[in-house]
């Protein structure tokens, strides 16, 4: 096996076992805006950034509406009302200038991200992974910017990108996610600071996965990041996400929007594994993971594919989805979701079938442990158009202890008479015969729980890049700790 | 190496097992013959630790350690092995990631290395290819979709992965034709040792005639009502169990 890949693993193997591995806070100097939310600081946000006049626009029409927008009510999850004045909205660590090469980094940054096992060091980016990674707000380092640079590729933070293909940036910002959608993704269209931006130029195939790992350091800092990433026609790429935060009393909020664009015969692959401090064994901090993330297949034939590990957080809030506007296009939603102790999670995906012949696929796996909760939430629509149109809904819930929960909550509307849609959804206990077969073959039961587990959720494991799957294994086992017994 | 006194099990408050004893001593192999609905099973699980079956009174010791005492792992790293009546189906879990796990599990509780992939593979194989058992039998989920036979023979394989102290053999014979049941006898006889022992269940006598008890016990009413040598099958075999049923005159 490949020695980065090796050292990656070995780096989460020297840290499963621990209660929350990546609890650990880094002293750092931060440059920070005035706590609170007005008008202000969008501006100072946009200042820092140095970006044209039309984003800071758009930014200010996002803040706007945001003052006059609800909360959204329907998620199944409980929790008191967030106090927005009560947040840092910018938090960048000090460098100066953005690092020219790894060796620029920070050090005690670099310590930060070998604790989380990102793979920074040139021999690992041989791995074929190619990392940007999200500091609080800013985004402190892309490796391997030059391979991808030759085949025409753009890989940087979105802030980059805003001054190196404004026009891109212009055209596609907003256009799958505007900023009215809905409260949490108003608010980051307004007080967004960083993240990730992928062009990949028609016909290229994408030579490498890629990676952004975001973290949250900073105590009472919102984490805003948005995410663009364009497949231009016949182009594939791959783009893993994963997320940590350190352990704190308090609820941090995190509200990033991700808004994917694939055109003719484009396909993109979407990968998260979250992880984001969950709280407590009694419920206490935890982030608040309310995210937007959509994609529009725009072009013929092409495919977006997303997969999403969800094993952190306090309360997860995310429908991942796909807007399927190019005839045969393929949307495609692999979902494990753990919720342990006092954890809610609701999720699921919107699959919205507008061209001829599209098709999409759901695979959805519960997991609800401790007294934790969680909700699927899809839905399918078929529109007049979408003649042939076909879905495929896979729903299962596994539930382990009795005072964990499960619902699901499927939508399903259907405006043309040629499409197909097909809805299984299963609910179960971890059964105690596999229980005992484990143990008896000397599998302790904690140990036994998470092999079942993972055996539950082998479908959607599948879909993930081979070097992640391993690491979501042992997720899958780590958040399921204290689960028995 | 394995004791049993006075046993008494109750499922549900209904009494299965009431002043049942066994001694098996190191390197032999006793046979339990009994009805359908006897209890042998129920032995077997509450050996074996299994939740749902109270132990109202008596003792159960392997190498002199209380087993009653112990966690249903740990009984395994202790060296018992229960081969299932009706094993158990993972799916999702490939058969070679479970049996690695397993074994290592109960090779790290005995203090010895943990095998690696490729160590593993070379041990499992070998033993696979003496069941007739192919390849492809790692790479499916564990016991998910096997047919019967299939499913018996995975379970020799993990015992003889496992190297018990003691194996129990719950019905290991049924459902078997007679190759597989060859089969299967080979894979027990091969790990005959005087350190290790066996208790094989069965209902019919054919097993026995490929593995030769050195004691056959008759199991009815909740206790052993009878015992004598390999001959005891035969007969009971000839006269089934319709006297054994009835309580003693
Ligand atoms: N888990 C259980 N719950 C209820 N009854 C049980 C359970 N296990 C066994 N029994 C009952 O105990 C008796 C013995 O069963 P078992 O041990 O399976 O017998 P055998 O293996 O000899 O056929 C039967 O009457 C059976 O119905
Ligand atoms: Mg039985």
């Given at each position: 096996?490949?020695?980065?890949?090796?050292?990656?693993?070995?780096?989460?193997?020297?840290?499963?076992?621990?209660?929350?591995?990546?609890?650990?806070?880094t002293?750092i100097?931060?440059?920070?805006a005035?706590?609170?939310?007005n008008?202000?600081?969008v501006?100072?946000?946009?200042?820092?950034k140095?970006?044209?006049?039309?984003?800071?626009?758009?930014?200010?029409?996002?803040?706007?509406?945001?003052?006059?927008?609800?909360?959204?009510?329907?998620?199944?999850?409980?929790?008191?009302?967030?106090?927005?004045?009560?947040?840092?909205?910018?938090?960048?660590?000090?460098?100066?200038?953005?690092?020219?090469?790894?060796?620029?980094?920070?050090?005690?940054?670099r310590?930060?991200?070998?604790?989380?096992?990102?793979?920074?060091?040139?021999?690992?980016?041989?791995?074929?992974v190619?990392v940007?990674?999200?500091?609080?707000?800013?985004?402190?380092?892309?490796?391997?910017?030059?391979?991808?640079?030759?085949?025409?590729?753009i890989?940087?933070?979105?802030?980059?990108?805003?001054?190196?293909?404004?026009?891109?940036?212009?055209?596609?910002?907003?256009?799958?996610?505007p900023?009215?959608?809905?409260k949490?993704?108003?608010?980051?269209?307004?007080?967004?600071?960083?993240g990730?931006?992928?062009?990949?130029?028609?016909?290229?195939?994408c030579?490498?996965?890629?990676?952004?790992?975001?973290?949250?350091?900073?105590?009472?800092?919102?984490?805003f990041?948005?995410?663009?990433?364009?497949?231009?026609?016949?182009s594939?790429v791959?783009?893993?996400?994963g997320?940590?935060?350190?352990?704190?009393?308090?609820?941090?909020?995190?509200?990033?929007?991700?808004?994917?664009?694939?055109l003719?015969?484009a396909?993109?692959?979407?990968?998260?594994?979250?992880?984001?401090?969950?709280?407590?064994?009694?419920?206490?901090g935890?982030?608040?993971?309310?995210?937007?993330?959509r994609?529009?297949?725009?072009?013929?034939?092409?495919?977006?594919?997303?997969?999403?590990?969800?094993?952190?957080?306090a309360?997860?809030?995310?429908?991942?989805?796909c807007?399927?506007?190019?005839?045969?296009?393929?949307?495609?939603?692999?979902?494990?979701?753990?919720?342990n102790n006092?954890?809610?999670?609701?999720?699921?995906?919107?699959?919205?079938?507008?061209?001829?012949?599209?098709?999409?696929?759901?695979?959805?796996?519960?997991?609800?442990a401790?007294?934790?909760?969680?909700?699927?939430?899809?839905?399918?629509?078929?529109?007049?158009?979408?003649?042939?149109?076909?879905?495929?809904?896979?729903?299962?819930?596994?539930?382990?202890?009795?005072?964990s929960?499960?619902?699901?909550?499927?939508?399903?509307?259907?405006?043309?008479?040629?499409?197909?849609?097909?809805?299984?959804?299963?609910?179960?206990?971890?059964?105690?015969?596999?229980?005992?077969?484990?143990?008896?073959?000397?599998?302790?039961?904690?140990?036994?729980?998470?092999?079942?587990?993972?055996?539950?959720?082998?479908e959607?494991?599948?879909?993930?890049?081979?070097?992640?799957?391993?690491?979501?294994?042992?997720?899958?086992?780590?958040?399921?700790?204290?689960?028995?017994? | 190496?394995?004791?049993?006194?006075?046993?008494?099990?109750?499922?549900d408050?209904?009494?299965?097992?009431?002043?049942?004893?066994?001694?098996?001593?190191?390197?032999?192999?006793?046979?339990?013959?009994?009805?359908?609905?006897?209890?042998?099973?129920?032995?077997?699980?509450?050996l074996?630790?299994?939740?749902?079956?109270?132990?109202?009174?008596?003792?159960?010791?392997?190498?002199?350690?209380?087993?009653?005492?112990?966690?249903?792992?740990?009984?395994?790293?202790?060296?018992?092995?229960?081969?299932?009546?009706?094993?158990?189906?993972?799916?999702?879990?490939?058969?070679?990631?479970?049996?690695?796990?397993?074994?290592?599990?109960?090779?790290?509780?005995?203090?010895?290395?943990?095998?690696?992939?490729?160590?593993?593979?070379k041990?499992?194989?070998?033993?696979?290819?003496?069941?007739?058992?192919?390849?492809?039998?790692?790479?499916?989920?564990?016991?998910?979709?096997?047919s019967?036979?299939?499913?018996?023979?995975?379970?020799?394989?993990?015992m003889?992965?496992?190297?018990?102290?003691?194996?129990?053999?719950?019905?290991?014979?049924?459902?078997?034709?007679?190759?597989?049941?060859?089969?299967v006898?080979?894979?027990?006889?091969?790990?005959?040792?005087?350190?290790?022992?066996?208790?094989?269940?069965?209902?019919?006598?054919?097993?026995?005639d490929?593995?030769?008890?050195?004691?056959?016990?008759i199991?009815?009413r909740?206790?052993?009502?009878?015992?004598g040598?390999?001959?005891?099958?035969?007969?009971v075999?000839?006269?089934?169990?319709a006297?054994?049923?009835?309580?003693?005159?």
């Amino acid at each position: 096996m490949d020695s980065a890949v090796q050292a990656t693993r070995d780096a989460v193997e020297a840290l499963a076992g621990e209660k929350y591995k990546y609890g650990f806070v880094t002293d750092i100097e931060a440059d920070t805006a005035p706590k609170g939310l007005n008008e202000d600081i969008v501006r100072f946000i946009s200042a820092k950034k140095n970006e044209p006049e039309w984003l800071l626009d758009w930014r200010l029409k996002a803040f706007r509406h945001w003052l006059e927008m609800p909360e959204p009510q329907w998620a199944k999850v409980s929790f008191p009302p967030l106090d927005y004045q009560d947040a840092y909205y910018y938090s960048a660590p000090k460098v100066g200038k953005r690092p020219e090469s790894l060796d620029e980094i920070d050090p005690e940054l670099r310590k930060t991200y070998e604790k989380l096992g990102i793979p920074l060091k040139e021999q690992e980016i041989l791995a074929g992974v190619a990392v940007d990674a999200v500091f609080d707000s800013v985004s402190v380092a892309t490796t391997f910017k030059k391979k991808l640079e030759e085949y025409g590729v753009i890989f940087c933070s979105i802030s980059e990108a805003i001054q190196r293909c404004p026009e891109l940036i212009r055209k596609y910002l907003g256009s799958v996610v505007p900023y009215t959608d809905n409260k949490h993704a108003t608010l980051n269209s307004a007080v967004f600071t960083d993240g990730s931006f992928v062009y990949v130029p028609e016909g290229v195939r994408c030579p490498m996965e890629l990676s952004t790992y975001f973290r949250i350091n900073a105590a009472k800092t919102g984490q805003f990041e948005r995410t663009l990433i364009i497949a231009d026609r016949g182009s594939y790429v791959s783009y893993l996400e994963g997320c940590t935060a350190p352990m704190r009393d308090e609820n941090q909020l995190h509200a990033a929007v991700v808004e994917l664009v694939a055109l003719d015969d484009a396909e993109i692959k979407y990968s998260t594994v979250q992880n984001w401090y969950p709280g407590d064994e009694n419920g206490k901090g935890g982030i608040y993971n309310f995210v937007t993330k959509r994609g529009a297949c725009r072009g013929r034939n092409s495919k977006i594919s997303w997969t999403q590990v969800e094993t952190g957080s306090a309360i997860t809030w995310k429908y991942p989805s796909c807007i399927l506007q190019g005839d045969n296009s393929v949307g495609e939603f692999y979902s494990i979701a753990i919720t342990n102790n006092y954890q809610q999670a609701d999720t699921g995906t919107k699959m919205i079938h507008l061209g001829r012949n599209t098709r999409s696929r759901i695979i959805s796996k519960g997991i609800s442990a401790g007294h934790g909760a969680q909700t699927y939430r899809g839905l399918v629509r078929i529109a007049a158009k979408a003649a042939g149109a076909r879905n495929h809904t896979q729903c299962d819930s596994l539930l382990i202890g009795d005072r964990s929960a499960a619902h699901t909550v499927p939508y399903i509307e259907t405006r043309n008479r040629t499409a197909m849609v097909e809805h299984e959804a299963t609910t179960s206990k971890i059964n105690d015969d596999q229980l005992f077969y484990c143990r008896q073959r000397g599998i302790a039961e904690e140990e036994a729980v998470a092999l079942i587990v993972n055996g539950f959720c082998r479908e959607v494991l599948q879909q993930l890049p081979m070097e992640f799957a391993v690491e979501a294994q042992k997720l899958v086992a780590i958040s399921l700790e204290g689960s028995v017994g | 190496m394995l004791t049993i006194e006075n046993l008494h099990v109750a499922v549900d408050g209904r009494s299965i097992l009431s002043g049942f004893d066994l001694d098996v001593g190191p390197g032999e192999v006793h046979a339990i013959m009994g009805p359908n609905g006897s209890g042998k099973s129920t032995l077997s699980y509450v050996l074996a630790g299994r939740d749902g079956y109270d132990v109202t009174a008596g003792r159960v010791q392997l190498d002199g350690q209380d087993l009653l005492a112990m966690a249903p792992e740990e009984r395994a790293a202790a060296g018992l092995f229960l081969a299932f009546q009706y094993p158990v189906e993972i799916p999702g879990v490939a058969n070679a990631t479970f049996l690695r796990q397993s074994l290592n599990a109960v090779r790290k509780a005995r203090g010895l290395d943990e095998l690696d992939a490729m160590q593993f593979l070379k041990s499992a194989r070998a033993r696979m290819k003496l069941l007739g058992m192919t390849d492809e039998m790692l790479k499916r989920s564990v016991n998910t979709g096997f047919s019967g036979g299939e499913k018996k023979r995975n379970e020799v394989l993990q015992m003889t992965l496992l190297e018990p102290r003691l194996a129990i053999l719950d019905e290991t014979d049924s459902g078997l034709d007679v190759d597989a049941l060859r089969i299967v006898a080979d894979g027990v006889n091969g790990l005959r040792a005087p350190d290790r022992s066996f208790v094989v269940i069965t209902h019919y006598q054919r097993l026995l005639d490929y593995i030769v008890p050195d004691r056959v016990h008759i199991l009815a009413r909740g206790r052993i009502v009878r015992s004598g040598g390999e001959d005891l099958a035969r007969e009971v075999e000839r006269t089934g169990y319709a006297d054994y049923l009835a309580p003693a005159a």
